[in-house]
């Protein structure tokens, strides 16, 4: 049976329909108990090449990230609503002024060479974040210069923190590294150590090996299951990633056997796997949000800093066309500037309308009119407010879809008698010679919050940040800063969830950047895998959230006897 699988609301269809079959059905005397069991191989095609194994070191690299998932653990991991859960870690707990972190690894977590998880470990991977010459932020880096990790014993780690900081546990999602294989290897050594091409974790896979082609190109990577994972040994007893050079390539992949699965399907192929009767399509909202900031202290044009002006912007933009012509139906709308599916979004925050009138209302109100006899459509069709003409400069990525995104803005824009220029650019450009220097009127980028489980929008938001920080739009809102200091020093989550809910409605009525849509993350799997379940993820690695659980074969029970 064909399938396409949207996990935000699976949960809740699946419960209905086991009720609606308990309510009208009598018990079946020959019933067939299923139990999976443990056997069979997975391969799963992914774009692009592994440069090194390492958790600390996959930042740039998806395909890094996606297989350091299954060989390496962590203290604890987050689920689909961003709350921590543990998985190397036995227990954490968090002192009542959130300064103090304390951790107990498990008995039962061993290295795959079968030595144990200890403190050791923990210290030296976080130790890696401190030093000059790791490849990290310097924000990162100074953050946990100030961070004392003290060893309690073998088994218990303790993180002290100079002040309250509510989100730390979102950078406790790590990948451990061991101290036994790597003791003394400083960041720099690191980085082209050979354990990258050799790796040893603690996760629930272990690495085999390189795939190596006749001509001595890596193109995949074997790993087996490992039968002393902590949280217990998987059911599949192999895992496989093939290397691709694009989607198409993958496709092809699994169409001619090699593989079971596709890492991502974007838009390119999603026709065509919908074409296979035997893949299930996994549909989630990705960690990112498609944004417009606007300069909202830009020198030359106050009307930028109007929250009427801002509202009219949004209000004119059909966000619902948008995504079902330029992303084939596969993103949902933004209302707020946290995620959906997150512990703290507001799930009753309705987001502007498309509305055309009102905007053109609130552009009148603000004394900006059309030229009596000025047709619309015409390329005259700018509104006047005595000698000035409105205009707006929109600079955006010059890759295909973000330029598409920023021409149908321009036409919702020009429609309300707005002049916009656009000014196309690569991505890294948009932020070095616009975005952090505050040279522009308003830039169309992506807002990306993969690998932050944690809602907190500080660094964008907060007042404090305008001149030299994250918060390009210049957005002083003294209400807001309040809300966002107190919600990093909160460590209670219902008094956080209040604040965040203050700060997104009235983010949602200030409108200080324009939120279009978060894209849709959706990957493919062989019909004849089950148990393969997941929400909304912080990072694609998420997927295999619980590959634990996933299952090839079964035993069957047929009234008192059993199969396979």
Do not use: C
């Not at 019933?31 to 391969?43: C, D, H, I, K, N």
């Not at 996959?58 to 390496?72: A, E, S």
């Not at 983010?507 to 148990?531: C, K, W």
């Amino acid at each position: 049976m064909r399938r396409i699988i949207w996990q935000l609301v699976i949960a809740l269809g699946g419960l209905l329909l086991v009720l609606g079959l308990l309510l009208g059905q009598t018990p079946d005397p020959e019933a067939t108990s299923v139990q999976p069991v443990r056997g069979g191989s997975y391969a799963e095609g992914l774009v692009g090449r592994s440069i090194r194994l390492n958790p600390l070191l996959d930042r740039g690299n998806q395909v890094d990230r996606d297989i350091d998932r299954l060989l390496y653990g962590a203290l604890v991991r987050f689920n689909s609503f961003g709350d921590p859960v543990p998985e190397l870690a036995e227990s954490f707990a968090v002192s009542a002024d959130a300064t103090l972190y304390n951790f107990t690894i498990r008995e039962d977590a061993v290295w795959h060479d079968g030595v144990p998880v200890t403190a050791d470990d923990v210290i030296y991977t976080f130790s890696k974040f401190t030093e000059e010459d790791f490849p990290a932020p310097e924000d990162l880096k100074q953050l946990w210069r100030e961070v004392e990790v003290v060893k309690l014993d073998d088994k218990n780690i303790q993180f002290q923190l100079p002040e309250r900081f509510a989100p730390f546990m979102d950078y406790m999602a790590v990948g451990l590294l061991p101290d036994h294989l790597l003791r003394g290897v400083d960041a720099a050594a690191l980085i082209d150590h050979p354990f990258n091409l050799e790796p040893v974790g603690s996760g629930p896979f272990r690495f085999e090996g390189f795939q190596i082609d006749s001509r001595g190109e890596v193109t995949g990577v074997s790993l087996t299951a490992f039968e002393d994972y902590a949280l217990g040994q998987p059911f599949l007893e192999r895992v496989e990633f093939r290397f691709f050079a694009d989607a198409e390539a993958a496709l092809q992949g699994f169409r001619d056997g090699e593989v079971d699965g596709i890492g991502r399907v974007p838009q390119e192929i999603l026709e065509a796997v919908l074409a296979q009767p035997d893949l299930d399509l996994y549909s989630v909202r990705s960690p990112s949000t498609a944004i417009v900031f606007i300069n909202t202290q830009h020198s030359d044009k106050s009307y930028l800093g109007e929250r009427e002006f801002r509202q009219a912007l949004m209000m004119s933009v059909d966000r619902e066309r948008m995504i079902g012509e330029l992303l084939g139906g596969q993103g949902l709308v933004a209302s707020g500037p946290i995620l959906p599916g997150n512990w703290a979004y507001a799930p009753n925050l309705e987001p502007l309308p498309f509305d055309v009138a009102s905007a053109e209302q609130l552009l009148a109100d603000l004394g900006w009119e059309v030229p009596a006899g000025i047709p619309r459509g015409s390329a005259d069709y700018v509104r006047i407010n005595g000698e000035s003409r409105l205009s707006i400069q929109l600079a955006h990525p010059d890759d295909p879809l973000y330029t598409q995104v920023a021409s149908m803005l321009q036409s919702s824009w020009e429609g309300i008698g707005i002049s916009v220029e656009l000014i196309s650019l690569p991505a890294s450009a948009l932020l070095s010679d616009m975005l952090t220097p505050r040279k522009f009127e308003a830039v169309l980028t992506e807002l990306d919050a993969s690998q932050v489980a944690d809602p907190d929008p500080y660094s964008f938001w907060h007042d404090s940040l305008i001149e030299t920080g994250q918060n390009y739009s210049g957005f002083a809102d003294r209400n807001i800063s309040i809300w966002l200091e107190q919600a990093r020093v909160t460590p209670n989550r219902d008094r956080r969830q209040e604040l965040y809910r203050d700060f997104q409605f009235r983010f949602r009525n200030e409108a200080p950047a324009l939120l279009l849509y978060h894209p849709i993350f959706t990957y493919a799997i062989s019909s004849d895998v089950q148990g393969a379940s997941v929400g909304p993820v912080y990072d694609p690695s998420d997927r295999f959230a619980n590959i634990k659980d996933w299952f090839l074969l079964v035993r069957r029970t047929f009234s008192g006897t059993e199969g396979t």
